[in-house]
């Protein structure tokens, strides 16, 4: 058995995490769903969300609508206190402080988590297509994480990042980069981070509303910490429109960006 909630499992706030596991696991278990005492922390993140022996995960919005959706079952989005419609989510621009630009006159630099990314790379390409930005100008180097991205732009090495709010809002409390950044704007919500399961259709509804108890029981003080506020049930239809949104663009960014996502899937 495996499980994960690894996006927003920050050094920081890993021991929160795994007490909100240790909740979330004994609402599974009350509702006869057999989950792993510990959750499992590994860098195959692609591996974990194909694997048959998957019973609660957490993907993003993006492999999810590309490719997750069609081998996994959508529990629904957690939703954080970030000042957004429930289950939904956004990005923040950043930039050097002081270097603040309109976009549409942007040529420098940018910086991604992944080319997997919704929050950290569809958005930001989006953003640059949308402003008339020629692609094939700007070069894009993946940092391997949101907190690698806001380092990168603080130190100058990046001209420009999006990152995701929820760890935007951690990277305030914990990274002293973030006073060398500046924020330039924001891009549209999209719905939020993927809870899934490889468990059959039929163990949606208790898996749901186990996560949904488990938020309720969440004291005050780790709802802070998690920034962890509640849940809503989604579809797969909710996540269309973010892979509408990918490939309207995808033929007007350089090869290397659009064949970087298709080679995510991994195939069972």
Known sequence: MLA????????????????????LRG????????????????????????????VFGQTCALPFAMDLN?????IGSP??????????????????????TELERFRGPVVINEFSSQSGFATLMLS?????????????RASGAHRASIQAVANGEAE???????????????????????????????PGMALISALPE?????????????VEMLAPSLRRELLLIGFLRRNAEDYVGVAEAWRSIESRLPSDAAYSLKSFAVPR
């Not at 749901?208 to 488990?214: I, K, N």
Request: glycine content about 6%; some cysteine; aromatic content about 8%.
């Open 4 to 23: 994960g909630l690894p996006m927003y499992d920050w050094p920081e706030i890993s021991a929160a995490t795994d007490e909100f596991w240790t909740m």
């Open 27 to 54: 609402c599974l278990l009350r509702r006869g769903i057999d989950a792993p005492e510990a959750l499992t922390r590994q860098d195959d993140l692609a591996g974990m969300w194909h694997s048959p022996d998957l």
């Open 70 to 74: 069609r081998h996994v079952r959508l």
């Open 79 to 100: 939703a954080y206190d970030i000042g957004c419609a429930p289950g939904c989510y956004y990005s923040l621009l950043i930039v050097p402080k002081g270097r603040s």
């Open 128 to 140: 640059l297509v949308a402003a008339g930005v020629d692609m094939n100008e700007v070069s894009v």
């Open 160 to 190: 420009l990042a999006a990152i995701d709010v929820v760890s935007f809002t951690l990277a305030e409390r914990y990274m002293p980069e973030v006073s060398a950044v500046e924020v330039i704007g924001c891009t549209r919500p999209t």
């Open 202 to 214: 039929v163990a949606t509804d208790g898996l749901a509303s186990a996560f949904e108890e488990a």
